[in-house]
């Protein structure tokens, strides 16, 4: 059997593909490096939308289910101030969000989670915490945070 005489229109269109491939390899290891440098502020830049957006969610569900214990602005009440340094510094959003879904035992703080028995989702209570977070960069120093009326008497 003998060997087969080679195909010149085959062997043409084979290293047109092959061209064309490595073309596109390299514009895209151009584009690589390019996209990588860009994309840690786009990143940023939605990473702080989004928190822009529950916070502003967060305001309103705050106003209507925590103000009247915690104080308009998160300065306390018959509860705790939310808008202490104290408090947002001791109090991860981990913390936050676990406390406004389970309420506080032996206190005035009842559930908000519907899990628990509360009016609220946890996208919810997610965004009141992310609005309590917002008030962090102006928070007052209140080391009465816990019981800003006094009221526990002692």
Known sequence: MGERPPDEELERSTNRWMAWGFGIMVLMVLIFP?????EPTSREADREAQLEFLADQG???????????????????????????Q????????????LIAVGVPGSQMSAYSLD?????TSEQIKAIATFIRSWEETAPDVPNWRDPLGLAGG
């Open 116 to 120: 628990f028995g509360g009016p609220l």
């Open 87 to 98: 408090f947002l510094e001791d109090s991860s959003d981990e913390q936050t969000i676990t």
């Open 59 to 85: 305001a309103g569900i705050y106003e209507l289910n925590c103000a009247s214990c915690h104080g308009v602005e998160g300065q306390g009440g018959i509860g705790p101030a939310l808008n202490s340094m």
């Open 34 to 38: 390019i996209y990588r440098f860009y």
